[in-house]
């Protein structure tokens, strides 16, 4: 006879399986076309859209062209203005009924969605469906307040979207729901596996009332992707792999497109000695084997301290060989089926080769049958370059590395291009408050991992791409504020080299480069003559060791605010005292004046706790993005200058600055006044010359995390081109601004000095 310990081992899970039958009703002889202008059309090219669960097919759905994207575009065009006029009251009612409608077909939604998808329906039906229906009712208390709340701010216009598989109903909620309620309209286009649930909140919008033309998809492939892209919106807000973000960074620059990227991942999960060690093999249990691991905050690599490594990796072994692989309408399967037979390929691809890179492979055991189900996995003995470690795979597979120290965990956390997300795993705050200041990610989980709310902003560093989703930072990436209302700029006259040694009657003093908190001759030892004066010709080189000093003055991002503010008052101060000695002179006692608004901003533009759902504290920090190259604007040379450079390094920034090409003298000897102002050394770097050349130098270098370009149309184009390789954000303004007035000062110079780092942290006795 068995212990009762041996037989509740003995004792397995029965069947408890969801009915399809709402979703095959729903599904049933419909034809699915796509929705514009508050209508389905006929489809015409259509493929299949199948259960990866069983192969079989679910529905065929209409492959969208330029000409049906462009039809949308101009639906969601004539929406526009109409929809934008509203009250915020009025579009809230609209966003409330969606809400409401989406809560009434709960389970409709999330059977259909686990259909499609292959995502367990516990996890549809208890994480996706109702965080969407939040985001619906959170924005729409945004579209109430926007007037209040945001003032002096519009909506961009016509918003493409374009959205991946992994959740497709909570993603169109992250996209859709803030969108309508700044007041733009919508072409969204979902993802070629996963349409169905967007075509079920397609009816939503007809039965909600909602005016045609505000919400418009258009389904396809990736080539319906890129027509979106193409076409005429105001911006594109895309979530997906980061290769097709750098396409779409590409395809937009210089279209004057706004653009949000949220992008892949490869997050720590790093588990120190006094952690709660159960819980932590839990936590991994919600960060790698959640949604089949096609999740792109996943914790996909976890580091643990070596102490208590080998207890920990046992018990996480003895947990993943029970967690239950199979049919994602089950109620107790733990893990669906992932999205498709060419997604189960490329991870079995991804895990062989680390295999032969020395990965030792623990894998728990998964169901026959014709769907695409994968087991989960854990991969050991692995060094930090092996391709698990470096690659978002982007399925339930997770590796394991050691550490010893928490100095360590940071650089291992932080070894990779990415900046998703990272989960922390301590019972010592102080530990845990320490390491999220640390890594570089955008969200941080504090005990705990894979927590979502529509007022916690989501939203990655790096590679991961830049904007945020969700709370009142995600609202601002729907809105824009008209301020720089002055003519386009014109590219200043083409200069031409001199030898440095070059002296003629019309030159009276040599100048050189500011960098490192020294004055440096330009590398290639040429100049330029402008009014008399003889001016650094910076080139690649210059570029790359003012980059290099911004780099080692990282000590300035981690001084307190109001030593910052000190530092800049002082400046403002000795500014002031050598204003005589700076042109143009109407610029000048402006130019003191500003100096002083932006210390002033120095310890006062702080971050938020936001209100979630849950016990937690929800912090939103802002914190500065590193290094920036900082290209001034022409038209004001002291005055642009102190305007654009202030409030970056009043941030917590280090700035490479090029100055205004046609007029650099103020700027060059503002050296002075920043030497006798105890701005540390490498914190504001000047490399004068030729800008267009400076700015594509700026915009390439994977070492400088955002670029601001106040310059002509052309050089913009080039600079948001050439940022596609680490992705950083970059503000290019082609028209000018009235920088003696407001616009001068506007709060979009803090916003964008900043990227914010959301960490949660939940409490509980
Ligand atoms: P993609 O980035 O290709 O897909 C995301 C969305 O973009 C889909 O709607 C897709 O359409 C569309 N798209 C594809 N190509 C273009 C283009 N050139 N221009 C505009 N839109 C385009 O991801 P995949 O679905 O192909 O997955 C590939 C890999 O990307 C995954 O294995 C995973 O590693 C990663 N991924 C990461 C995600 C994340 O959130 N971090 C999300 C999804 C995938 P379509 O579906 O038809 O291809």
């Known amino acids: 006879m068995p212990t009762v310990t041996e037989a509740l081992q003995m004792m397995d899970y029965g069947p408890a399986p969801e009915s399809a039958s709402i979703a095959q009703d729903w599904l049933k002889d419909r034809s699915f076309g796509h929705f514009i202008n508050g209508a389905f059309i006929k489809p015409g090219e259509t493929f299949a859209v199948t259960n990866p669960a069983t192969g079989g097919e679910l529905a065929h759905v209409a492959q969208g062209s330029a000409e049906d994207v462009a039809d949308a ?52 039906r208890d994480i996706d469906v109702p965080l969407a229906v939040r985001h619906f009712y959170h924005h729409a208390g945004w579209a109430e307040l926007l007037a209040d709340e945001f003032p002096g701010m519009r909506p961009h216009g016509v918003c493409g979207q374009i959205i991946p598989w992994n959740f497709p109903l909570l993603m169109l909620a992250w996209k859709v729901a803030p969108a309508l309620a700044a007041g733009n309209t919508v072409v969204l286009k979902p993802a070629e596996y996963t349409p169905l649930t967007a075509l079920l909140f397609a ?109 920990f990796t046992n018990r996480l072994k003895a947990r993943m060989a029970k967690l239950r692989v199979g049919d994602p309408l089950d109620k107790s399967t733990d893990i669906g089926a992932v999205v498709h ?26 169901p026959n049958g014709p769907g695409s189900f994968c087991a989960p996995m854990l991969l050991t003995d692995l060094g930090a370059a092996n391709i698990a470690n470096t690659e978002e795979i982007f399925g339930p597979v997770v590796t394991l590395m050691t550490f010893r120290t928490p100095g360590e965990a940071v650089e291992l956390a932080n070894n990779t291009r990415y900046g998703l997300a990272a989960s ?48 009142r930072e995600g609202m601002l990436a729907y809105l824009t504020s008209d301020e720089a209302t002055g003519k386009e700029r014109k590219a200043p006259a083409p200069l031409s080299a001199l030898p440095a040694s070059a ?22 030892g040429y100049s330029y003559a402008v009014d008399g004066a003889q001016i650094p010709l910076g080139g690649r080189k210059d570029i790359r060791n003012a980059v290099e000093a911004a780099h080692k003055a990282s000590g300035w991002s981690r001084v307190t605010g109001h030593n910052r503010a000190q530092v800049l008052y002082f400046l403002a101060e000795n500014l002031n005292a050598r204003a ?54 022409e038209e004001a040379p002291l005055l642009g200058f102190v305007s654009t450079v202030l409030p970056a390094i009043a941030m917590g920034n280090r700035v490479v600055a090029v100055p205004s090409q046609a007029n650099p003298v103020p700027a060059l000897d503002l050296y002075q006044v920043l030497d006798t102002s105890d701005v540390p050394g490498g914190v504001v770097n000047i490399v004068t ?31 948001e081109r050439h940022s596609a390789g680490n992705l950083k954000p970059v503000w290019a303004e082609s028209r000018a601004r009235d920088w003696s007035g407001p616009a001068g000062q506007s709060r979009d110079f803090l916003r964008r000095a900043v990227q914010v780092k959301t960490v949660w942290v939940p409490y509980g006795a």
């Open 73 to 124: 575009v101009k639906a969601a065009r004539g929406a526009a203005k109409g929809w934008a006029k509203l009250s915020g009251g009025q579009r809230a009612r609209h966003l409330y009924a969606l809400a409401r409608l989406m809560q009434k077909r709960e389970r409709l939604f999330a059977v259909l969605e686990s259909l499609d998808n292959g995502k367990p329906i516990r996890e549809s």
């Open 203 to 311: 009816e939503l919008c007809i039965e909600a009332g909602l005016p045609k033309g505000v919400v418009n998809i258009v389904t396809g492939d990736g080539r319906t992707g890129a027509a979106l892209v193409e076409a005429e919106v105001d911006k594109i807000a895309f979530t997906g792999s980061t290769e097709v973000g750098r396409l779409i960074r590409q395809a937009t620059a210089g279209t004057g497109k706004a653009l949000t990227l949220e992008l892949g991942g490869k997050s720590p999960f790093i588990v120190f000695a006094e952690a709660d060690l159960d819980a932590a093999v839990e936590g991994v249990v919600d960060a790698i084997w959640f949604n089949q691991g096609e999740v792109c905050c996943a914790g996909s690599r976890i580091l643990v301290q070596e102490q208590v490594a080998e207890t």
């Open 341 to 366: 037979t060419t997604q189960l390929e490329r991870i079995r691809g991804l895990v062989d080769q680390a295999v032969q890179q020395g990965a030792v492979l623990h894998q728990a055991p998964v």
């Open 424 to 471: 922390l795993w301590t019972e010592n705050l102080t530990t845990a408050l320490d390491i999220a200041s640390q890594v570089k990610a955008g969200v941080v989980w504090i005990n705990g991992t894979n927590m979502f709310d529509a007022n916690a902003p989501f939203g990655g560093m790096r590679e991961s791409g830049f904007g945020r989703e969700g709370a």
């Open 689 to 719: 010359g030729p800008r267009a050349e400076l700015t594509d130098t700026l915009a390439k270098h994977d070492d400088v995390a955002a670029l601001w370009v106040f310059a002509d149309a052309e050089t913009c184009l080039s600079a």
């Open 580 to 633: 005589r000695d700076f042109a143009p002179k109407d610029e000048v006692a402006q130019a003191v004046e500003r100096a002083f608004y932006w210390a002033a901003w120095a310890d006062k533009y702080d971050g938020k706790v936001h209100s979630t759902t849950g016990p937690n504290v929800t912090l939103a920090i802002k914190e500065p993005f590193g290094v920036m190259g900082v290209i001034c604007p």
């Open 503 to 524: 002296s003629g009657d019309a030159v009276d003093r040599t100048r050189k480069l500011y960098i490192g908190g020294a004055q440096k001759r330009p590398d290639g």
